[in-house]
């Protein structure tokens, strides 16, 4: 924002913000006061049960629960998801991208095939499938297992 200050990195969705900085006790104030500023002049509020804090793993616990006391909001998990999308890709890569698996079971398992031919089957197969994985590979590489399974 200013030279040798708090830094601040964002990316915007169509009406969602995620906001990046140091975890310590001065620059949240910092951001508390900024989004503060905004929903004053903005007369926008925050969301404070659709909001969540993502901590790195090195944050010591005494400095999350200050930040989350703060902030009035909820911690989110290495496994949560964002508009679809694992919100952290770990080691891990193919427990990151399970969900994707999940979700094309699921939508196997609910649809009535009885009334569809066998072509009729493959396409719908093919679309939503196709679907899922090109939502999912514009934005993360998925990994060779995931695609192959």
Known sequence: MWRSKMR???LFYADDCLLFCKANQYEW???FK???TYEKSSRQRLNKEKTSIFFSKNTRADVKQQIIQVAGV???HPYDRYLGLP???GRDRTRGFKHILERVRGKLSNWKMKYLSQAG???LFKAVIQALLTYSMGVFKIPKTILQE
């Open 121 to 123: 089957k493959e396409t």
């Open 8 to 10: 601040i990195s964002h």
């Open 34 to 36: 900024l989004i503060d």
């Open 29 to 31: 104030n910092r951001l």
């Open 87 to 89: 919100t952290l890709i």
């Open 74 to 76: 909820k911690s989110s």
